[in-house]
């Protein structure tokens, strides 16, 4: 079924046919691009028609925006209850661990240590389930500042043999201020020397706003009009280059992401949003669900350390009291909610002890009965994105910035 997600054994998302790469000698951005859309619907009853349909055959752009709550009831898109998904194959056929270690907010001389002992941790306890998947994933961005820290932390992994190149995941983003078809490449290049790599697994457009190079955000005329065709079409470059060995996006909402996926040779593999018990996203989990994108959970667990962010989701009585049952802690269950609604994860910690605790997520499941008990907390998005929103900007409203999803 061309470009449609759904569970396997193995839990992976389907690499459409066109994905592979050509054997006649051509780029990968010469193969047509299939029309990336949804049929209308109107309730979640008709949803499983989307496993059913080639995707030639739908014509609507947009989806209808469901209440907040709705509980999306497909198990075919969940891992079946006693089961691990302990990684996803995105639509390149390329292999994401469903857990990676964030580095957002990481301070300056921690975050390499953090590094450094999650992955060796993963590697070291052969006896524990995720030594074949586990923090094999670092989530890196240029805007973060600590890229330089996180490649000497792999030098030395790489260099004492604790793991090799290949074993490992390696993300990083495009910040605003690089979107200019002729920076982007400038951009990665910066990155890969400061992970001391030359290759990336996946790079991702931070956010779909555009500066101008070299400048600061808090400035509006550094504001440029926004050009995600173009800025994708570089991406896709480097793509074909080997540079970056999938694309995708970040903070898009399912209006943009159907709008790239329409002008997309190369679609993106991922969309890496802020999801969690808190913010469910379901408008996008539905999108990215049909048409092959696969969603990463960035602040899965609420972001409880964000000074800014005034709700803390590991304290909602409903993930207690599922935590409680289960004998687990809060941040299990939530990390574990994502895990089973066909989301990769990526929680942030510099400390050993909840590192070692992220990644205890695969031999047990939360059961239906209790998943459902998700649909019952209130809904808000917590990283809200203000600092893109001003009268000077294309964004004039939160509205505007999320296409309603807020």
Not at 105 to 114: C, F, I, L, T
Not at 254 to 283: F, I, S
Not at 319 to 334: C, D, H, R, W
Request: aromatic residues 8%.
């Amino acid at each position: 079924l061309p470009r449609t997600a759904h569970w396997i054994p193995e839990f992976v998302v389907q690499p459409a046919h066109h994905d592979a790469a050509p054997t006649d000698g051509r780029s990968r951005r010469d193969e047509p691009a299939p029309p990336h859309a949804l049929p209308a619907y109107k309730s979640t009853a008709q949803l499983p028609v989307l496993h059913h349909t080639a995707l030639r055959n739908l014509s609507c752009c947009a989806t209808p925006h469901l209440p907040r709550g709705t509980y999306v009831h497909r198990t075919s898109e969940r891992a079946p209850a006693g089961e691990m998904a302990m990684s996803f194959v995105l639509s390149t056929g390329a292999r994401m661990p469903a857990v990676g270690l964030g580095t957002w907010q990481s301070d300056p001389g921690v975050v390499g240590n953090a590094v450094y002992a999650a992955v060796k941790r993963s590697s070291g306890e052969s006896e524990i389930v995720f030594v074949q998947a586990g923090y094999r994933h670092i989530d890196c961005a240029r805007d973060y500042g600590n890229e330089k820290e996180v490649g000497l932390a792999l030098k030395k992994l790489f260099d004492e043999g604790v793991v090799k190149r290949e074993d490992l995941f390696i993300t990083s983003k495009l910040w605003c201020d690089h979107h200019a078809a002729e920076d982007v490449p400038d951009a990665l290049k910066q990155s890969l020397d400061d992970l001391q790599l030359e290759y990336l697994d996946l790079y991702l457009i931070h956010w779909p706003f555009k500066l101008k190079k070299g400048t600061s955000l808090f400035n509006p005329e550094n504001y440029l009009p926004l050009d995600i065709p173009g800025t994708w079409a570089a991406m896709e470059k480097l793509y074909d280059a080997g540079k970056a060995r999938a694309i995708g996006v970040s903070n898009f909402s399912t209006q943009k992401l159907g709008d790239l996926l329409a002008v997309a040779c190369v679609p993106p593999a991922v969309n890496q949003v802020e999801c969690h018990p808190g913010w469910q996203q379901t408008d996008l989990h539905i999108f990215c669900q049909a048409t092959g994108v696969h969603l990463t959970a960035y602040s899965p667990l609420g972001s409880p350390a964000t000074a800014w962010v005034n709700r803390n989701i590991l304290q909602e009585p409903i993930v207690i009291s599922i935590a409680e049952k289960l004998g687990k802690t809060p941040a299990q269950v939530a990390l574990r909610w994502n895990i089973q609604m066909g989301h990769s994860v990526l929680p942030k910690s510099v400390s050993e002890e909840r590192i070692k605790q992220n990644l205890e997520v695969y031999d047990w499941s939360i059961p239906d009965d209790l998943l459902e008990k998700f649909s019952e907390i209130e809904q808000a998005r917590l990283l809200r994105g203000q600092f893109f929103v001003n009268p000077q900007s294309i964004y004039k409203t939160l509205e505007e910035l999320w296409d309603g999803e807020i």
